[in-house]
């Protein structure tokens, strides 16, 4: 079982900065990729970046890849969504997913129990 625990969320004003983490219990972590989903009241879950286990290859949404930076740091088990320019739009909660393979496409197995992002108008 992959325990997964985000944080970092909360209220922003719009045009603010946020950094999430997400720390990971499991000792292959390093070798797992990570992802980003976020999901509002009344839409569907939405992928928002990932990384593959040795930080080789990232993916970012188009609808944020101007604002939002993944990254991870394997010696802490822990993966990080460096969120900038934030808009009331990207008011969410934000989970992060871990699969189990190297690569970041394919489906993702363990959520974290999500953090909330609140951006303020």
């Known amino acids: 079982q992959v325990q997964l625990v985000e944080s970092g969320g909360g209220l922003v004003q719009a045009g603010g900065s946020l950094r999430l983490s997400c720390v990971g219990s499991?000792?292959?972590?390093?070798?797992?990729?990570m992802g980003w989903f976020r999901q509002s009241p009344g839409k569907e879950r939405e992928f928002v970046a990932a990384?593959?286990?040795?930080?080789?290859?990232?993916y970012v949404a188009a609808s944020v890849k101007e604002r939002f930076t993944i990254s991870r740091d394997n010696a802490k088990a822990t993966v990080y969504l460096k969120m900038n320019r934030l808009e009331p739009e990207d008011a969410a909660v934000y989970y992060c997913?871990?699969?189990?393979?190297?690569?970041?496409?394919?489906?993702?197995?363990?959520w974290g129990q999500g953090t909330q992002v609140t951006v303020a108008a």
């Open positions: 997913g871990y699969r189990g393979g190297s690569s970041w496409k394919g489906l993702y197995e363990y």
């Open positions: 990384i593959s286990a040795e930080s080789d290859s990232t």
């Open positions: 499991r000792r292959t972590f390093s070798s797992n990729a």
